[in-house]
């Protein structure tokens, strides 16, 4: 993230859901079924 300047990354799981907040960047954990119906690119 640092790399390219984010500060706000995804992670597609299978079932699991939470938000990590690491060094001042947020990481949004989300399963895939609802990452798809919610229409799909970084929420």
Do not use: C, H, N, Q
């Not at 790399?3 to 799981?13: N, R």
């Not at 299978?14 to 990452?35: H, N, S, T, Y």
């Amino acid at each position: 993230m640092r790399s390219y300047g984010l500060v706000k990354g995804l992670i597609i799981t299978f079932d699991e859901e939470d938000v990590l907040d690491e060094g001042g960047f947020r990481i949004d954990v989300v399963p895939a079924w609802k990452w798809a119906l919610e229409g799909g690119p970084i929420p």
